[in-house]
Every structure is written in structure tokens, then in C-alpha cells.
């Protein structure tokens, strides 16, 4: 079956801009994730979402970043006013909370570039 | 808090030979551990996870891990490399006991030459 996708693939942007990320999660899942890969900092969470409960944002680094799960399915991340520190790769992943069945599976991420 | 060690940036294997990537945690309640791989420019792959039971897993690609309760270890093995495994590899844990996000290393790669 399909996995988790993500668009852009590629995303360059100027200094000051807004950008939406957007991640499709595989079908059923009901938890979804966005992480934040960049260099040096390794593997970050940013925000989780499951069901209709409201989502952890604790992971989210400053108010400039928010994001939303429409439907429960499809999810959006934003970022406004966007700086050069916020150059990284953008991962969503998805699972299906439960004892066994919780792995999460990734997206193939958005690199985003802030120039 | 929970948090994951990766001691080594770099491991280096020349092909044929045993492989370890060592992974350390630390987490308050039950751990839940995973292995994940990432290829060049692609997301990561999950590989192998450990919830409960058998404290040797085996995963996808040859690969095996061992849960060690004692040394709060869980080191990725492969008894015979192959030089298609060279990648960048991240050990992930989350507390069983709740519901949310994993923490990952920092990542090791793993390179094999022929």
C-alpha cells in the first residue's frame, strides 16, 4: 500500500516568507508526527497529533511554527516568517497507536532552504 | 527524561564482516526501542523494534538487536555486512507507558567497504 507522503520535496525560500508543508499520512493511521532534521541537531520532534485529542505541540520551537490535521487525515506545518535557522529537512511519519502496532513510518521529507 | 546515546558518529566494517552500532537510553518507565535506517536524500526506514518479550530481535535486512535491561543497551548486529548497508542509522526509544513522540540519536554512519 501507498506510505506516508510529503510536499514539496524541495522547498527554497527568502528570508521573511511563509511556508506550508504538507504531509498524507497511510490510510487508518490515526496518530501523526512532524519532525525536524537539520545538521548537528539530529532528529527533533516538533508536533503530534492523534485522533480528535488535542495535539502535543511541545516540540514546536517558536510561535512562528504551527500546524494543523485536517479531517484527521491530511496535515499541514507552517512556518512564517521563516529564518535561515529554520533550514532542515521536514519529516511526518504516522502509526497506529497500540502495544504492537505503534511504529512510526516515515515520509520521505521536504528539504526546505531559507536563504 | 528520556534521551539516546549513540557513542560512535562513524563505524567502519570492511564487507563479509560482523557489524555492531551501539545504542544506549535511558527512559522512567518501560522503554519502547526502534532502529531506524536512512538512505541517502530519503526518510528513514524502520527496521527492527523492541516492546516486550524476547529480548533478541530480528528485523528487516538481516539485521538483529538485543535488548539488554541491565546495561540499558540496545546494539543493532548483522553478522555479515554487505556494502548496500552503508547508511546512517538512528536508534529511537519512547516511554511504554505513555502515548507520543520518539527520541532519537544523533545517528550513526555506517560505512562498509568492499
Known amino acids: 500500500g501507498a506510505g506516508v507522503s510529503q510536499s514539496p520535496s524541495n522547498k527554497v525560500t527568502e528570508k521573511g516568507k511563509d511556508v506550508e508543508l504538507r504531509c498524507d499520512p497511510i490510510s487508518g493511521h490515526t496518530a501523526l508526527y512532524w519532525y525536524r532534521q537539520s545538521l548537528g541537531q539530529g532528529l527533533e520532534f516538533l508536533i503530534y497529533f492523534q485522533g480528535n485529542s488535542a495535539p502535543d505541540k511541545s516540540g514546536l520551537p517558536s510561535d512562528r511554527f504551527s500546524a494543523e490535521r485536517t479531517g484527521g487525515s491530511v496535515s499541514t506545518l507552517t512556518i512564517q516568517r521563516t529564518q535561515q535557522e529554520d533550514s532542515a529537512v521536514y519529516l511526518c511519519?504516522?502509526?497506529?497507536?497500540?502495544?504492537?502496532?505503534?511504529?512510526?513510518?516515515f515520509g520521505p521529507g521536504t528539504r526546505l532552504t531559507v536563504l | 527524561a528520556q534521551s539516546v546515546a549513540q557513542p560512535e558518529d562513524q563505524v567502519n566494517v570492511a564487507e563479509g564482516n560482523p557489524l555492531t552500532v551501539k545504542c544506549t537510553y535511558s527512559?522512567?518507565?518501560?522503554?519502547?526501542l526502534f532502529w531506524y535506517v536512512q538512505y541517502p536524500n530519503r526518510g528513514l526506514q524502520f527496521l527492527l523494534k523492541y516492546i516486550t518479550g524476547d529480548n533478541l530481535v530480528k528485523g528487516s535486512y538481516g539485521f538483529e538487536a538485543e535488548f539488554n535491561k541491565s546495561q540499558t543497551s540496545f546494539h543493532l548486529k548483522k553478522p555479515s555486512a554487505l556494502v548496500s548497508d552503508s547508511a546512517l542509522y538512528f536508534c529511537?526509544?519512547?516511554?511504554?507507558?505513555?502515548?507520543?513522540?520518539?527520541?532519537f540519536g544523533k545517528g550513526t554512519k555506517l560505512s562498509v567497504k568492499p
Open positions: 529511537a526509544v519512547r516511554d511504554g507507558g505513555s502515548q507520543g513522540n520518539l527520541i
Open positions: 511519519a504516522s502509526s497506529v497507536p497500540g502495544l504492537h502496532t505503534d511504529t512510526q513510518y
Open positions: 527512559v522512567s518507565g518501560n522503554p519502547y
